[in-house]
T-cell receptor, first 113, second 114 residues
Framework: AQSVAQPEDQVNVAEGNPLTVKCTYS??????LFWYVQYPNRGLQFLLK??????LVKGSYGFEAEFNKSQTSFHLKKPSALVSDSALYFC???????????FGPGTRLSVLP | ETGVTQTPRHLVMGMTNKKSLKCEQH?????MYWYKQSAKKPLELMFV???????ENNSVPSRFSPECPNSSHLFLHLHTLQPEDSALYLC?????????????FGDGTRLSIL
């Protein structure tokens, strides 16, 4: 069975500093990987996805994520954090077998001014 | 504007009431989903519809009854709920079910059971 882990419940970073939100996964075969963001009182919003190809994926709002097959990781990164990036971030995996998404538990990012 | 609209945004109901949650997508997608989001728990997939047919039902209690009359609308009918059912209920859609397309979410209905 597939699973997604986000080892940090909370990540704090100062504005202007680089940020990383970690995600590891377990799935049979080659996965499809996604990041979503949730702002207060809103639904989840798609940021980026990895299907195949280049291991570095660029997404919305300056975010990017790096797929590492050997470490089964898909960490979300941004070179310079903004206060407005403060939100809940979810990693998700969709196995190629056609089953639906499995979401991680979420990581709360706080960017401090 | 998300392309997926959920109503109502907030709902308070007693355990004996019957109510319905509504979801409408304006994206031309073929798959629609209901999720439950509770505090400090992972997002739980409840139901999946593809081309108006239910393709997945993840052991959800029968007090939750979904309905998909067409590919643009999805309902969740609620009856005799329990306090532990209080949560944020999210609707989502994607081009196809189980493929590699991202899901587009509505802003949810915050449900409180008295």
């Amino acid at each position: 069975a597939q699973s997604v882990a986000q080892p940090e419940d909370q990540v704090n970073v100062a504005e202007g500093n680089p940020l990383t939100v970690k995600c590891t996964y377990s799935v049979s075969g080659n996965p499809y990987l996604f990041w979503y963001v949730q702002y207060p009182n809103r639904g989840l919003q798609f940021l980026l996805k990895y299907i195949t190809g280049d291991n570095l994926v660029k997404g919305s709002y300056g975010f990017e994520a790096e797929f590492n097959k050997s470490q089964t990781s898909f960490h979300l990164k941004k070179p310079s954090a903004l206060v407005s990036d403060s939100a809940l971030y979810f990693c998700a995996v969709s196995p190629p077998s056609g089953q639906n998404f499995v979401f991680g538990p979420g990581t709360r990012l706080s960017v401090l001014p | 504007e998300t392309g997926v609209t959920q109503t109502p945004r907030h709902l308070v109901m007693g355990m004996t009431n019957k109510k319905s949650l509504k979801c409408e997508q304006h994206l031309g997608h073929n798959a629609m989903y209901w999720y439950k989001q509770s505090a400090k728990k992972p997002l739980e997939l409840m139901f999946v519809y593809s081309l108006e047919e239910r393709v997945e039902n993840n052991s959800v209690p029968s007090r939750f009854s979904p309905e998909c009359p067409n590919s643009s609308h999805l309902f969740l009918h609620l009856h005799t709920l329990q306090p532990e059912d209080s949560a944020l209920y999210l609707c989502a859609s994607s081009q196809e079910a189980g493929e590699n397309q991202p899901q587009h979410f509505g802003d949810g209905t915050r449900l409180s059971i008295l």
